[in-house]
Nanobody
């Protein structure tokens, strides 16, 4: 059973940094796509960043150059390093994954893919 557990959210001032972590349980496939998505109050869910099993990373335009997604396979952990945070980065951040057969070796991993497994979310609040 796949389980994703996020941590690392909090309240920071604009311009500061945060690192989110997502501990992954039950993913044994060699092919996968994992990502971070967020939902601001009153808005829909937005894909932020994604990383494939080949290490390829993609980002939403709104976070390019400020956010970095990475993974430590030895620790079964996904990270999102968020620098130069802005007020509009406020929201609930979710870790998510999609696995075979829904995601295959020739699939393209991006924040826009349909993710089948989700964590419970961690809140990020950026204040002036």
């Amino acid at each position: 059973q796949v389980q994703l557990v996020e941590s690392g959210g909090g309240s920071v001032q604009a311009g500061q940094s945060l690192r989110l972590s997502c501990t992954v349980f039950g993913v044994t496939y060699s092919t996968y796509c994992m990502g971070w998505l967020r939902q601001a109050p009153g808005k829909g869910r937005e894909g932020v960043a994604a990383i494939g099993s080949d290490g390829t990373t993609t980002y939403a335009d709104s976070v390019k150059g400020r956010f970095t997604i990475s993974q430590d396979n030895a620790k079964s952990t996904l990270y999102l390093q968020m620098n130069s945070l802005k007020l509009e980065d406020t929201g609930m951040y979710y870790c998510a994954a999609v696995l075979p057969p829904l995601f295959g070796a020739y699939s393209r991993c991006s924040p826009a893919v349909w993710f089948q497994h989700w964590g419970q979310g961690t809140q990020v609040t950026v204040s002036p």
